[in-house]
């Protein structure tokens, strides 16, 4: 186990590289920084000043070192448009994303596990064909539109809602609903499918047969065994939210740390779009990891081994 | 009559017949919504009723045809410059389509080769390929997307490249595994003994049995990657205007969702249909294939 | 004893002292125009569309900042709303002399910078206008590059040295639009650094500044006793919603009180019964043709454009027929919601001196096609068309799509559409990076007369190479008419400026439009001056409750 982790974390590592690379690269490809950092009437004299005070004047190889050293310290640099450390940026940004992604999180295992819950129970039932509906449509609606469509209704016509951007607690709603509508029709398939997997176990059926009341038969014995692939499962929910950050966050104006990356690209801002995809990787490759950690974990083998939870 | 002449509407009737029931065993509604996505998509040009880029200005932004204010020359109602929706949206299926499918056919291709080659070698090879593979599979693939083609500018090619080289590993994870299972199959050693090269035995025996898991993921990443494209073209580094891309349609009639929703209101509906149809299909065909593999 | 005097004392609490006091509470309370001004209260918000480059030091702001800064600074000069002409603000007087090289301001005393910075004085001036004007600077104001140095012969008087004469000087050192970085700030609070000054700015205006986070919001908090105005508002607060359609959805819910909105969103702002205020002549929009200039090396020019060079009579032909293909009525209506003031020529607005009586350019695409067959492109060509998105202004692109379009279905023209954002394409204007492509893009007023635009985007020393031409005959034009101090002789060269332009045919013109303000229920009076399309004076609003 030890040695798995550890080869993990090194491949985390690569990737990271990788990543970091090959950003550097793609700013270094699409013009001289310096041109863009300054005014447009600034003398030769000038731009190649700035270029050696940003080492820019350093074959590329030692560029990269430079970089990735400052990377390793801490330090990614200024913005080029607010002088500002870019970590400082990032540190503003990066809570908004990860809270607008835990809520939705929320939302998903609220909505998605009560009634996965109620539809492996009463399986084959009306209320399990709408359930299984809601969840295929949950695959098909583009969250994007289901956004715009969601502020149409209640942040345009009814006004109920704020229609963008983050303020008070209402104004996590909107986004909850369609990042979680998404995950949350994945969460009530998974749900529903351990449900049943778990309803027909030889310890239920005995538990049945003991004449412990269904009620308890069902929530404390099956959903405790169900709820670890659940757990698992949102965490790479988490993954997939912030795959789709960037998108989201533009929907509903939300100012987190995929938003400042679009932002940086447009402005061409190249520190922060650095700084902005390493954090946002490193965070990425980090979930991705817990989630492989978590399910070579909880192996299906150790869970059927400890009968009755 | 000869006997082969009288046989040959039989050899027709029993070809349709098994034409038929094989019709008989798709999924009903998502084949016939892929089927009319594809319809329109070969058939645009005969079945949209305006030109989707050249509107007219002072037509601009009527309501479909059952709204007070629309009429049936335009079904769906015109956008912000006046182009006819329905026409756009029928354009757009070519534009998905042509997208996801040369992707997916580029990822495919080399998560194919890939996979094979990881299998069948087995080793060093297999565990540098697959290390690439998981790298690759653990990037978040959207903000890369956005990134590189914010830099190297909107453009279809730009496009389909980017999202095809991001998608390869999960083909080539799959293909790898496929392959491992295939390779322990006596015939396989066979061929070896026989003196086959690798290459023979890899692209004889082993592909044509990964075709059929081929299809299924190629199928799902298909709607994956019509979901990918109309996101970056919503955010605007996707398919460049005045293309009628579904995803750039989005994001012109997010401004006018006050005045105009349907603007944005029908291509996302068209969207969401053919990724619904997409993944229906996938689903079945997994189904459908999956137990076969079993058997082999 | 002690009692008595007690009594004797109270007595006296009720003589004259209190009577005094009390008669001057009750007249305060009610004479219409109290000595006292009203206690501000309540949160005025604002939702804008960009903060720009979000910084408020005078060397790194190329102009727009005024839309995210204006509230906390002043300058020397203000305008008069109504009558547009200057009015003294942080300078109490002026005059110009050595034929308007140098300028003598006369400050006014007691302006008290925020949070204890102390009173403004000319070295405050000058440390200013130093640190603008300094090598490398990304403030574009012209003065500046003429500028030798400001002397503080008392503290209350700057005299301010250009190297030649500048007769609109007034212009940049004044409340319009592209003049706020010359605001006044505080030497002591400038010293701090450039980290610490970004971080805590300091000002003389009448909000003054709370917090800031990047890309989200800004907080200012009124000044009370401010020498010029108290706000009524208590807090103003600036936030960033790149969406249109979401701060429209805010201003209808009452959610902000001020949304800035792009002029195509007329018909949304009704449906969604929201009030309306427009400031005129903010914006001239039309497509530019690039590449009419001397070359310059490579990549600035393009041998072989159709529509290149200027005088060439085929290449005139060109871009009338371009002009003769776009139906700008259509554009009018349907774009801008009538809200486009047609002209001739670029930035002359009908009915001003200076602007000679002039019809549009028609529109026949017929003519069109038989121009552009005499031209020998019967057919037409390939060419790009960059759509520069300007933030809180989408109306740009959309005219340029627009027009596009009716040139690919007049003209037969294949057009590719290239999106660019603002922030690229301005570091791009001087350096003339452009050729070959036409250019859809409204910018803004700058100044009252046309030449103060068309010296900065014509003139072959141009700050900003918008026009996409050089010639000397424009540079002798504006040469002339930035050395004439008359204002009706002035007017006079306009005209014929005017009149040069509209036979060159150097763009495809559709006109000038408004700056559209949303705003609630909340706001009563609100003075605007015509020209500055950002949320300005924002100190004078009324509150209705």
Redesign the interface.
Known sequence: MQRYILGRVAQLVVSLLVVVTFVFLLSRLSGDPVLLMLDVRATEEEKQALRVHLGLDKPLPVQYAVYLAGMATGDFGRSVLSRRPVLEHIGERLPNTLMLGGVGILFSIAIGVPIGVYSAVKRGTALDHVARVFAVMGQAVPTFWLGIMLILVFGVWLGWLPPGGKSGPESFILPAITLGYFTGAAIMRLTRSSMLEVLGAEYVKFARIKGLHEQVVVWKHALKNATIPVLTFSVMLFVIFLGGAVVTETVFAWPGLGRLILEGINTRDYPIVQGGVMVFSAIYLLANLMVDILYSYFNPKIRYARPGG | MSTVEAQRPVLVGHGLRKAWSLVRQLPPTSSILLSLVIIGAVFAEQLAPHHPTEGELRMRTRPAAWVEGGSTTHLLGTDDQGRDILSRIIYGTRISLAVSLTAVLLAGTIGTAIGLIAGYKGGFVDALLMRLADIGLSMPLILIAVVVTAVTGASFRNVILVIGSLLWPRFARQIRGETLSIKENDYIALARVAGRSGTYIVWRHIFPNVVPSLLVVSTLQVAYVILVEGSLSFLGVGVPPPHPAWGLMIAEGRQLVWTAPWVAGFPGIAMGLTLLAMNMFGDWLRDKLDPKLRQV | MMVDAHRHRRHLFLGPPWVLMLGAVLAAAWHPSAALAKEPRGILTIALATFA???FLPD?T?GAEMVFSNYMFEHLVRRDPSTGENLPMLAESWKSQDGAATWVFNLRRGVKFHAGFGEMTCEDVKHTFAKAAR????N?TTFLKKLKEVQCPDPYTAVVKLGSPHPMMLNEVNSGVFAQTTYVQSKKALERG??AA?RHPIGTGPWEFVSH????RVEYKAVRNHWRQTPEFERLVL?K??????R???V??G?VDIAEVGVD?V??LK??RVETRAIAEFASVGITLGGMWPDRGAGTSKAGLPWAPLEDERARKVRLAFNMAT?VQ??K???FGGFLDVTAATMFFPGKPWTPELKPYSFDPAKARQLMKEAGYPNCFEFTML?VTWPGR?YGP?AG??V???L??NLGCKI????M?R??FS?????RTYPGKALAYAFPQVGTEPWEIWIRIGHSKG?AQISGFEHPMMDEFLDRISQEPDVSARAKLQKQMAEWLYKQVPRIELGGTVALFGVSKRVGKWPLVPGQGVPHYTEYITRVD
């Open positions: 480059n979000e910084t790194s190329p090598p490398g600077t990304a574009t450039d980290d970004n986070t990047f890309g989200d936030l919603v790149p969406e249109a359609a979401t429209i959805a805010m209808a819910a959610r969103f018909k949304e449906a969604a139906d259509a554009i209506s349907e774009i759509m989408g959309r799509e627009a596009a379009s009716m690919e279905k590719t559409r290239e999106p954002d922030a690229i570091r791009h204007f001087g350096a700050a």
